[in-house]
């Protein structure tokens, strides 16, 4: 099935299981479909079943946002608080549409807790209180971890208590009875070769010529270049190498503290699952990989690079990417949204040392190459996961490998036999609905939620939030503030007040003078040479120019040299 196929699925208001090999695509569906009724005025419930995969969609953890928390059972008095909570019981009962990344890791004690708190909350007897429900996710990657005990008070609320590991397994999974969705689309491997491999894996008919393909690829640490990021399967591990390669590089080291607002337990939840440390040392030579996607700046979750340089300006890292562009590396933010606000927020520099990760934080990301160690794998879906991580064969290195790393669950193996069978059936069965028939169904599900079948127009009163924000930006500006100052003041970062400063310019509200006053005197000094260079290459994109002075002037020094060029 291909996304858009996917996605008009979704749109019907049906239950949906999106499901699919790694690159094929579900979190972009995800976020389209969330896209789509956030333009026709309504939110979705953006959840994860673990704390990092939550950070990758701006949400909730599935168990923060249903109120079960930590708890591994649930009593009828546990019920009865959660309902009554005026917090959580708001936010289940405003929900039209809830999804779960990740759903592979989510027990299905877990899934059937959520759902026993929907249909409380919402006084309605049927899946999830009536929700549209979306899981997400693929069982041939990491499980969720087991539980070793049970409470008899789970078998008063659902009688399916301490049966099977999976998610699917869990009565709350029949009951919504999900259509499937089993995209075929591949957008991350680009070796026909390693998909085959990696798909001999997923069907269990793993053969002698595949175990030699990987053999070829297995090579000794000392063969490999030391900024290649590991894999590991344990943490201690990944600590123990990424201590050893910072000590060794002789120079300063940077030291980055990440900021939080909000309440306590949603930044824990946010730290917890954010790749980028609270504390972050630096170095230049420093082996780094980007922790967050940003196509505008030229990252991904998974770009691998070189601390290059710090700004002179910012004193923010330079970083050299494999493709050898030049990014200055700046502040991002990790945020739990909820109803379409920001609950709470932890800011840092979107990097993590990157010379080595544990498998289990690796899942998500696609990197062009990687050494790994998959000798200590201990669980089903913990290789191919590591596995799957690099987009062609030759990014892979392996230090060794045990028989439990190219095995997959027996349960899982015959369930996705299933799964790809429902698929094929769904397809054809909404591939045969009449055109019109199928609008109207999505309509009227719009309508449902209370959206709107028109898109709303946001462009208006976006416009008329900037222009009061540069309003106030300008007045702080003409009281003689610095552009620190004036961050501090309005509780933003300098970066958007530079934005601010730029436009104000433009609209010919801040003089060229004004502006000639933030130039230091080298750059003053140089203004003709660097407006030469802007000539000859353009003043759109900074990067050739600073690639240009090989790193001499800082970002912020030619975004001021391009207000003063003419």
């Known amino acids: 099935m291909t996304q858009e196929e996917a996605l008009s699925i979704l749109k019907t208001g049906a239950n949906v299981f999106l499901t699919g090999e790694p690159g094929s695509g579900k979190s972009h569906t995800i976020r389209a479909y969330a896209d789509y009724l956030r333009s026709h005025g309504v939110e979705s419930a953006i959840t994860a079943s673990t704390g990092i995969a939550s950070t990758h969609i701006n949400g909730l953890t599935i168990h923060s946002w249903s109120g079960i928390g930590i708890k591994t059972t649930l009593s009828e008095q546990d019920l ?11 936010r289940v009962r405003k929900a039209k549409i809830l999804i779960i990344d990740e759903i592979s890791m989510l027990s299905p004690d877990t899934l059937s807790m959520v759902d026993a708190v929907c249909r409380e909350v919402k006084q309605n007897s049927e899946a999830f209180g009536g929700l549209q429900v979306i899981f997400v996710g693929d069982f041939f990657q990491l499980p969720p971890i087991a539980k070793k005990n049970f409470n008899e ?23 919504a009875n999900p259509v499937v969705c089993y995209l075929s689309e591949q957008h991350r491997q680009e070796d026909k070769v390693f998909l085959e491999l990696l798909s001999a894996i997923r069907k269990n008919s793993f053969k002698d010529t595949h175990k030699k393909i990987l053999d070829r690829r297995k090579i000794s640490l000392d063969h490999i270049s030391q900024n290649t990021p590991k894999l590991f399967s344990h943490n201690v591990d990944v600590d123990r190498v990424n201590d050893e390669m910072l000590e060794k590089i002789e120079g300063k080291s940077e030291t980055f503290s990440m900021s939080s607002m909000g309440h306590d337990m949603l930044v824990s939840i946010l730290k917890k699952g954010c790749l980028s440390p609270e504390k972050l040392s630096l170095k230049i030579g420093a082996a780094v990989m980007f922790t967050k996607n940003n196509l505008k700046e030229g990252y991904m979750n998974g770009t691998l690079g070189i601390v290059e340089s710090f700004s002179a300006f910012t004193h923010n890292p330079i970083i050299k990417i494999r493709s050898g562009n030049l990014i200055e ?21 979107p990097l993590r040392l990157a010379w080595a990760i544990t498998v289990h934080k690796s899942q998500g990301m696609s990197l062009d190459e990687a050494v790994m160690d998959l000798s200590k794998v201990f669980e089903f879906g913990q290789g191919y996961v590591a596995l799957s991580r690099v987009r062609t064969l030759s990014g892979l290195y392996l230090l060794g490998l045990n028989e439990k790393a190219l095995m997959v669950h027996p349960d899982v193996f015959s369930q996705d036999i299933l799964f790809k069978e429902a698929s094929v059936e769904a397809r054809s069965a909404f591939k045969n609905m009449p055109e019109s028939e199928l609008k109207i169904i999505q309509k ?10 028109e898109a709303i127009e946001h462009s208006s ?14 007045s702080l500006w003409k009281e003689g503030k610095t552009m620190k100052e004036i961050a501090k003041a309005r509780k933003l970062k300098e970066r958007t007040i530079f934005d601010h400063i730029e436009h104000l310019f433009d609209k010919k509200e801040i003089s060229r003078e004004e502006i000639m006053k933030l130039a230091r005197p080298k750059l003053k000094k140089s203004l003709p040479q660097i407006n030469k260079v802007f000539e000859k290459i353009g003043k759109e994109k900074l990067t ?19 207000m003063l060029f003419n």
């Open 544 to 562: 050739p120019v600073f690639e240009k002075f090989e790193g001499e002037y800082s970002y912020d020094d030619l975004r001021i040299a391009r």
């Open 329 to 349: 590396a700046e502040s991002a933010d990790w945020n739990v949204e909820d109803d379409g606000k920001v609950k709470a927020r932890i800011s840092q520099l």
């Open 444 to 453: 009227n599900f719009l309508l449902s939620c209370g959206g709107t079948v």
């Open 153 to 175: 008070y789970n078998q008063d609320i659902f009688e399916e208590v301490g049966k099977g590991i999976f998610a699917f397994e869990s009565g709350a999974w029949k009951r």
């Open 80 to 90: 009865d608080r959660i309902s009554s909570s005026e917090y959580i019981s708001k």
């Open 461 to 474: 009163k976006s416009k008329k939030e900037k222009i009061s924000t540069h309003s106030e930006t300008l």
